[in-house]
């Protein structure tokens, strides 16, 4: 199954409500989306890399810069069957595992394609639903956060994580839990506090959070394991797992107690299924995080979330929780908490390819 072509696009696709987290907001996404080809098959992915270097230091330019520049050329003409080995060429391309990602994940929707099978059965999922939740942005007042609240408590999700930031945090979280005092909450701080804050991260404790997401730096281990131990609360760490190195320091300082795996931050797919495994064997749960993907990301994240290991919900939310129209159908849907894996040949839901064209504001070729 050689590479015959790659076809990178972009395309603006603006989201149904601004979404603020402790860094910044935005209104708009530029969606990467790459097309490997062979055989008269397509494989399709989403490279995940945001507008601005705050989450990562990837970007859309960076990413665009690195796969035309570095990557793109150099897979056409190798074999795509073991998508990981694919990136072989350019494994002394430091970083940009975002970009690197979105290859690989390409590599595997056109490998279960070539076999018929589905992209969760080809990484060994095993469950026809997933649970999932619902990622709740930074709102400047309580009764707005309410209000999104209760309308996402209505549309069925498993839980709602919520986003803090200083100065909205635990008296903001402390108003939720008294007004929804059965929801299962967590809070996401994206790496806005500081050890110097522990007395304050410890008031959580009161709340019945399910857990906190990286509430300290994106690089600092020491300060996370330093906290977990000061916490009843399970830390997750999310920006500052990168790499299956980045796992074993966690593990071992005792930075975390829960991992949210977003294949495109740690390289793709082969790296998400080994952290998976690792956790397992540690006996600490993993669930799928998102990046306000398009449809063909989010059904990359359903196929990933179908692994055992993923018995938390992610944030893997409906279509019509990010678009007005996505750009595959069927649309993803949640009905009791629950998202369908979809069944079908690889990642399993058709691509609005007329609209995909119009949308599009670049493309390169390769092959
Ligand atoms: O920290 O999990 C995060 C979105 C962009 C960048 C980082 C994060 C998020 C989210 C949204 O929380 C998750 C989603 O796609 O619904
Ligand atoms: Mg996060």
Redesign the pocket.
Known sequence: MKIERAVLRELPLRLREF?E?SSGGQQDRRILLLTLATDGLEGWSECVA?EHPS?AYETTETAWHVLTEYILPEIIGREGDVPEKLLDPVRWVRGHQMAKASVEMAAWDLAARAEGISLSQKLGGEREVVPVG??VGLKPTDEELHEQVQGYIEDGYARV?I?IKPGRDIEMLAGLRERFPDIAFMA?A?SAYSLADVDKLRELDALGLMMI??PLSYNDFLDHARLQAQIETPVCL??SIKSEGDLALALHLGSCRIV?V?PGRVGGFAVSRRIHDTMRLEGLPVWC?????SGVGRAHNVALASLPGFTLPG???ASR??WERDIVSPEFEVADGMMKVPRGPGIGVDLDIERIQSLTVREASFG
């Open positions: 979404f987290i945001g989450y619902v990622s994580k986003k996401d994206n997401e990286q999310d920006e949210n977003k995080g998102g990046m306000l993907e944030d893997i939310s929780r990010y």
